[in-house]
């Protein structure tokens, strides 16, 4: 069994910074990709950034030269670096992971979410 336990939301000012956190644990072979989601109220969830193995990383336009992806691979661990924050970026913000468990089989897993939220 694999679990994702996410930290490091809260309530944060215009132009504020947050480091959001993701450690995966349990039977872990490898991990392929690391990702962070956001759902706003009302909106759909959609893709942030991602974190390939061989450290390629993506973003999505929106968030680009304002947020950081970063994964420690020895402690499973993935982050968010959330720069120059706006009100538009308040949302439940969700760690994905595409990984190997130990006995071979592919997950696709999610962590609970955080709650980033942008305010004055």
């Known amino acids: 069994q694999v679990q994702l336990v996410e930290s490091g939301g809260g309530l944060v000012q215009p132009g504020g910074s947050l480091r959001l956190s993701c450690a995966a644990s349990?039977?872990?072979?490898?991990?392929?990709?690391m990702s962070w989601h956001c759902q706003a109220p009302g909106k759909e969830r959609e893709l942030v950034a991602t974190?390939?193995?061989?450290?390629?990383?993506k973003y999505a336009a929106s968030v680009k030269d304002r947020f950081t992806i970063s994964s420690d691979n020895a402690k499973n661990t993935v982050y968010l670096q959330m720069n120059s924050l706006k009100p538009e970026d308040t949302a439940v913000y969700y760690c994905?992971?595409?990984?190997?468990?130990?006995?071979?089989?592919?997950?696709?897993?999610w962590g609970q979410g955080t709650l980033v939220t942008v305010s004055s």
């Open positions: 974190i390939f193995k061989g450290d390629i990383k």
């Open positions: 994905n992971m595409e990984l190997y468990t130990d006995r071979g089989n592919a997950l696709d897993a």
């Open positions: 349990g039977s872990i072979f490898s991990i392929e990709r």
